[in-house]
């Protein structure tokens, strides 16, 4: 089992670009979340979802967007990048039991 | 508010001298705390969950423990691999697994 994987694993972007990170599990959990960490600011949920073609929004969600058409899949989308999005993102999912295993994280700079 | 915090930010010990770092959190309706270790430039990895009060978890050197407010990892003759960042989190209580974490406690073990 690979667990979560991330794509890709860096990337800089110029202000105005957009792009899609994507995010897959191969552990048939329910439930998706991605996050964001930023030195002295801890991990932040951006948005989740519980379920196959479910969203929601987390603590941070303004400037991205997230779909889940398929239960292995999680996709978090820029669609203009900011230099304050500038961060390391974490994808991570969970089953019954509610403990999260996460995805090695994709190192985002917008420049 | 739901908040959960840990302290020391930071620790440095020498090998084999033993510690405990505090995670304490206010919630209503604690639901699951949740240990995670996280090394640089990598996602954090899932530890111990602990769902009430008196509940001890243990894994090689650590062991996990839970009161009414806080959470204890208790560091056991320590090694230099078992320098990293520990996070804590407490899931809140609704059906979604969301997490709050704290903002972690970077431990550095010195030969």
């Known amino acids: 089992n690979a667990g979560v994987t991330q794509t890709p694993k860096f990337r800089v972007l110029k202000t105005g670009q957009s792009m899609t990170l994507l995010c897959a599990q191969d552990m048939n959990h329910e439930y998706m979340y991605w996050y964001r960490q930023d030195p002295g600011m801890g991990l932040r949920l951006i948005h989740y979802s519980v379920g196959e073609g479910t969203t929601a929004k987390g603590e941070v969600p303004d400037g991205y967007n997230v779909s889940r058409l398929k239960k292995q899949n999680f996709l978090l989308g820029l669609e203009s990048a900011a230099p304050s999005q500038t961060s390391v993102y974490f994808c991570a999912s969970s089953g019954t039991a509610y403990e999260q295993y996460f995805g090695p994280g994709t190192r985002l700079t917008v420049t | 508010e739901d908040q959960v915090t840990q302290s020391p930010e930071a620790l440095r010990l020498q090998e084999g001298e033993s510690s405990s770092l505090n995670c304490s959190y206010t919630?209503?309706?604690?639901?699951?705390l949740f240990w995670y270790r996280q090394d640089p430039g990598k996602g954090p990895e899932f530890l111990f969950t602990?769902?009430?009060a008196g509940e001890e978890k243990e894994k090689e050197r650590l062991k996990a423990t839970l009161t009414k407010k806080e959470s204890f990892l208790h560091i056991t003759a320590p090694k230099p691999e078992d320098s990293a960042t520990y996070l804590c989190?407490?899931?809140?209580?609704?059906?979604?697994?969301?997490?709050?974490f704290g903002q972690g406690t970077t431990l550095q073990v010195k030969p």
């Open positions: 919630v209503s309706g604690l639901r699951g």
């Open positions: 989190a407490v899931r809140i209580p609704a059906n979604t697994g969301k997490l709050i």
């Open positions: 602990l769902y009430s």
